[in-house]
Antibody, heavy 121, light 107 residues
Framework: QLQLQESGPGLVKPLETLSLTCTVS??????????WGWIRQPPGKGLEWIGH???????YYNPSLKSRATISIDTSRNQFSLKLRSVTAAETAAYFC?????????????WGQGTMVTVSS | SSELTQDPAVSVALGQTVRITCQGD??????ASWYQQKPGQAPVLVIY???NRPSGIPDRFSGSTSGNPAFLTITGAQAEDEADYYC??????????FGGGTKLTVL
């Protein structure tokens, strides 16, 4: 059974870079059938798509992040990662990694449990 | 505009039927999918591509087949269905887009 697990620092200072990794187990990330994405959720608020990556390294980002996000994939480690530069307190949120399934209509069909990141000095 | 609008809160009596609504211009072109999220947990996909349920999702959950608005219907709501529900589709550029969420209370 495919599982995703986020990891990374729970506290980041304002204007620094948030870095998270998602480790995929129970299946290969090097598949042509899926993409791998990041979604965040501020406390008490809704979900926001950050971006996603294909096994080949092709990436897609939410334009609202103004090019501050970089998503990369490491097929040798079965991991993909998110870097978000120059973060602010408003970006305190639970960050989820998830599998994106085009065949199901571009839905996020498997999610990690999420990791809370606080942006504070 | 690229937005998906949901009612913030809906309530339903135990065992009754409830419909959760998602409005957005792009729903004329793209399917809506639906996620259930319980406190402190990750979202779970409950409906995708018109009216398909992933394995393990009870058949009391169903989705509208097309159009704007999109609906998630729970027929015979159970106490365990109390949760936040988010619709998901695509924006004008084809990127993933989420609605603001609906808090469902089962009375």
């Amino acid at each position: 059974q495919l599982q995703l697990q986020e990891s990374g620092p729970g506290l980041v200072k304002p204007l620094e870079t948030l870095s998270l990794t998602c480790t995929v187990s129970g299946g290969s990330i090097s598949t042509t059938s899926y993409y791998w994405g990041w979604i965040r959720q501020p406390p008490g608020k809704g979900l926001e798509w950050i971006g996603h990556v294909y096994y080949s390294g092709s990436t897609y980002y939410n334009p609202s992040l103004k090019s501050r996000a970089t998503i990369s994939i490491d097929t040798s480690r079965n991991q993909f990662s998110l870097k978000l530069r120059s973060v602010t307190a408003a970006e305190t949120a639970a960050y989820f990694c998830a599998r994106l399934s085009p065949i199901k209509g571009d839905v996020f069909d498997i999610w990690g449990q999420g990791t809370m990141v606080t942006v504070s000095s | 505009s690229s937005e998906l609008t949901q009612d913030p809160a809906v309530s339903v009596a135990l065992g009754q039927t409830v419909r959760i609504t998602c409005q957005g211009d792009n729903l004329r072109d793209y399917y809506a999918s639906w996620y259930q999220q319980k406190p402190g947990q990750a979202p779970v996909l409950v409906i995708y591509a018109k009216n398909n349920r992933p394995s393990g999702i009870p058949d009391r959950f169903s989705g509208s087949t097309s159009g704007n608005p999109a609906f998630l219907t729970i027929t015979g709501a159970q106490a365990e269905d109390e949760a936040d529900y988010y619709c998901n589709s695509r924006d004008i550029s084809g990127n993933p887009l989420f609605g603001g969420g609906t808090k469902l209370t089962v009375l």
